[in-house]
């Protein structure tokens, strides 16, 4: 297995959530942290290293302060991305947790992902969860190339299709399926953490399944991706299977983010006999580009 070792950004230094309580400081971990005065949704500790809020246990005085003005907004409040690549974009603020919309939620990976992109590129976002990748996408991507959003579960459809709308995106197919290594349907289990779902024989929900090599070929007219980001809830595997074509023939660069160390080392497995060069970025996420001849 070929891994690059070099990991492409070091983590940014960035400063918080704090215009609601301007130079409140608290112990976390044993440990001083301050806020700083923008609503930006990380904070730093003395020693410069970015602490994640939702680390900060609700129970504390700290936690309890932080989440209060989150609770005060109306549901399906209309707010703006604050930071990130896709930073200005409308967002329903309870689509999913306010890390998303406060500019924490996998700050780095979405800054290195979107400078991988070029205009006129094709992305399949597969697991679109609710858009943050499609926006992220849409806009590095310009008017002249195309996102292909995969989703498979009922309630993150509708708050993905209504952040395509709310932000005026005509660049932007969303695709009503949980992407795996044949077409057909698969029984699908929600669940609560972060609106996320994967697929189980013990499903509550039928949903339709597509292989990306059959989307593709299947009818006239798609186009094939310059750059795949694959995040499946477990399902890694399974779409880069039924995307073998599709990596044999157009070797698009691939995110991707696996849930388990097993899951891990059999994708990078698979990615390297297929001749890709892989990056790790995080505990379970990978870059992977076709090896130069």
Same mark, same amino acid.
């Given at each position: 297995?070929?891994?690059?070792?070099?990991?492409?950004?070091?983590?940014?230094?960035?400063?918080?959530?704090?215009?609601?309580?301007?130079?409140?400081?608290?112990?976390?971990?044993?440990?001083?942290?301050?806020?700083?005065?923008?609503?930006?949704?990380? !904070?730093?500790?003395?020693?410069?290293?970015?602490?994640?809020?939702?680390?900060?246990?609700? #129970?504390?005085?700290?936690?309890?302060?932080?989440?209060?003005? *989150?609770?005060?907004?109306?549901?399906?409040?209309?707010?703006?991305?604050?930071?990130?690549?896709?930073?200005?974009?409308?967002?329903?603020?309870?689509?999913?947790?306010?890390?998303?919309w406060l500019g924490y939620?996998?700050?780095?990976?979405?800054?290195?992902?979107?400078?991988?992109?070029?205009?006129?590129?094709?992305?399949?976002?597969?697991?679109?969860?609710?858009g943050l990748y499609t926006?992220v996408s849409s806009i590095?991507?310009?008017?002249?190339?195309?996102?292909?959003? !995969?989703?498979?579960?009922?309630?993150?459809?509708?708050?993905?299709?209504?952040?395509? @709308?709310?932000?005026?995106?005509?660049? +932007?197919?969303?695709?009503?399926?949980?992407?795996?290594? +044949?077409?057909?349907?698969? +029984?699908?289990?929600?669940?609560?953490?972060?609106?996320?779902?994967?697929?189980?024989?013990?499903?509550?929900?039928?949903?339709?399944?597509?292989?990306?090599?059959?989307?593709?070929?299947?009818?006239?007219?798609?186009?094939?991706? #310059?750059?795949?980001?694959?995040?499946?809830?477990?399902?890694?595997?399974?779409?880069?299977?039924?995307?073998?074509?599709?990596?044999?023939? *157009?070797?698009?660069?691939?995110?991707?983010?696996?849930?388990?160390?097993?899951?891990?080392?059999?994708?990078?497995?698979?990615?390297?006999?297929?001749?890709?060069?892989?990056?790790?970025?995080?505990?379970?996420? !990978?870059?992977? @580009?076709?090896?130069?001849?």
């Open positions: 297995m070929r891994i690059n070792q070099q990991l492409h950004k070091k983590p940014q230094k960035a400063v918080g959530l704090a215009t609601m309580y301007p130079q409140m400081a608290a112990d976390f971990d044993g440990t001083r942290v301050t806020t700083a005065n923008d609503l930006t949704g990380c !904070f730093v500790h003395r020693d410069n290293r970015v602490v994640n809020p939702s680390q900060i246990p609700a #129970n504390t005085t700290l936690g309890r302060l932080m989440r209060l003005p *989150f609770r005060l907004l109306p549901k399906g409040a209309i707010v703006r991305l604050l930071r990130g690549p896709a930073r200005g974009k409308r967002w329903i603020a309870d689509s999913t947790t306010t890390g998303f939620w996998e700050l780095d990976a979405q800054r290195l992902f979107a400078s991988r992109l070029r205009r006129g590129d094709v992305v399949y976002d597969v697991g679109a969860h609710v926006l590095h991507v310009g008017e002249q190339g195309h996102v292909y959003a !995969f989703e498979p579960s009922p309630r993150n459809l509708v708050y993905l299709r209504r952040h395509i @709308e709310l932000n005026y995106l005509s660049n +932007c197919t969303v695709v009503e399926a949980g992407i795996s290594d +044949c077409s057909g349907t698969r +029984c699908f289990d929600l669940t609560e953490h972060d609106s996320a779902g994967h697929f189980s024989g013990s499903g509550t929900v039928t949903v339709q399944t597509l292989a990306l090599d059959d989307f593709l070929w299947a009818q006239q007219g798609k186009r094939p991706p #310059n750059a795949l980001k694959i995040d499946a809830e477990g399902a890694e595997l399974d779409v880069l299977r039924g995307a073998r074509r599709i990596v044999t023939e *157009f070797a698009p660069l691939i995110f991707l983010s696996t849930h388990s160390d097993d899951l891990a080392r059999q994708c990078c497995e698979w990615l390297t006999s297929a001749g890709y060069l892989l990056t790790p970025l995080d505990k379970d996420e !990978f870059l992977a @580009e076709r090896c130069s001849k």
